[in-house]
């Protein structure tokens, strides 16, 4: 490992378990579109039970890397050595990707960041750091900084027990992972070899930290965050620019590196949050106007069923007057039939009078001469 790497270590050892722990107790819900999942056996190591190991197998992103480490838990937390070999460089890996990160995931899918894991050139390199919890699988992961929140999705080392590792096995415990577009957009854009002799890890961190805040328009949505993290930036260069002590350099470079992730991990969650509601006022408008137009539609069809009923009335008054009238010509029909009756009735009275006159006149002129 070169000096500088070992500079680096030893000046921010503190500050990577101070970072880890601040990422564990800040870390924010991650919008499901950004993550995808995948699972991993944990194992439960009993306390006071004694050192054990489990080993590192590489993923298809790193087939030659392997690790091993030796887990030992205690009533404070358990403590991991950890061993890597064949490691790539991060950057083979994707031009966002500058190191690599150790991760605990407990049954529940918590995942923790343990610790920034320092490489040499040859790809090998160790840490010996603590965890929390007594019960977990461990995963590395290639990331752009060290003070991640989420792992990536290249993952490539995953842990497996040996024959004779101790405790409890847990199969099958599901998780979470960043896609790698969330990082890629602008993190060291033209995938350049770190020149660590001139200028620490830290450095290149921190770059590319603030270029993923912005790139993940951190600029728009957490301005008060990313400016915190620009005038960090600009601090850690000058540091730089004026050749002043590396442990400076570096704890300007891992502080702007916080304050990076804060604003990336910020605006991710102010544009979430900014999509939901957009979809509930979508929601809310069309709602309303699918009220206004039910509205609409029964409004016309009371209308059309006034109209109905006023037609139907108009015709029942019509056909009403029509009955009067044809009721009221009946019966003066039948009156003028029975005044016609009554008059007929009458003639052929009269007639049979004078018909009966007549008989009589003539029966009396057969007797004696008879003048009416």
């Not at 490992?1 to 680096?8: A, F, V, Y």
């Not at 064949?86 to 994707?94: D, E, R, S, V, W």
């Not at 599901?174 to 001139?198: H, V």
Request: glycine share 4%; hydrophobic share 40%; with cysteine.
């Amino acid at each position: 490992m070169n000096i500088s790497r070992w500079i680096r270590v030893c000046a921010g050892g503190v500050l990577a378990v101070a970072a880890s722990l601040a990422v564990a107790q800040n870390k924010k819900e991650i919008p499901a579109a950004d993550v995808i999942s995948k699972s991993i056996k944990a194992v439960g190591y009993e306390v006071g039970g004694g050192g054990t190991k489990v080993i590192f197998l590489g993923t298809s992103s790193a087939p030659q890397a392997s690790g091993e480490a030796r887990v030992e838990a205690k009533t404070g937390g358990t403590s991991i050595e950890l061993k890597v070999t064949a490691m790539p460089q991060p950057t083979t890996l994707g031009a966002e990707f500058l190191t690599y990160v150790l991760w605990t995931v407990t049954p529940d899918g918590n995942t923790t960041n343990i610790a920034e894991i320092p490489i040499d050139k040859q790809g090998n390199g160790k840490l010996s750091t603590r965890a929390q919890s007594q019960t977990f699988a461990m995963i590395v992961t290639a990331e752009p900084y060290f003070a991640v929140q989420l792992p990536s999705e290249v993952v490539v080392l995953e842990n497996d027990t040996k024959k004779n590792t101790k405790g409890k096995i847990y199969p099958d415990n599901d998780y979470k992972l960043m896609k790698r577009s969330q990082y890629s957009k602008l993190g060291n854009p033209l995938a350049l070899t770190p020149d660590l002799k001139k200028v620490p890890l830290d450095m290149y961190e921190a770059r590319n930290a603030v270029d993923i805040a912005k790139s993940q328009k951190a600029e728009q949505y957490a301005p008060e965050v990313l400016t915190k993290a620009t005038a960090s930036l600009q601090m850690a260069e000058n540091s730089l620019a004026s050749n002043a002590d590396k442990s400076k350099i570096i704890t300007d470079a891992r502080q702007t590196i916080q304050f990076a992730e804060d604003a990336r991990a910020l605006s991710a969650e102010r544009q979430e949050a900014e999509r939901i509601q957009n979809e509930k006022n979508a929601a809310a408008t069309a709602a309303a106007a699918k009220a206004k137009a039910e509205a609409d539609a029964a409004a016309a069809a009371e209308a059309k069923r006034q109209a109905e009923l006023t037609t139907a009335r108009e015709a029942q008054m019509k056909a009403e007057a029509a009955a009067q009238s044809a009721q009221q010509k009946a019966e003066q029909a039948a009156l003028q039939a029975k005044e016609q009756a009554a008059r007929d009735e009458a003639a052929r009275a009269k007639a049979a009078t004078a018909a009966l006159r007549a008989q009589l006149l003539q029966q009396l002129n057969e007797v004696l001469q008879t003048t009416d």
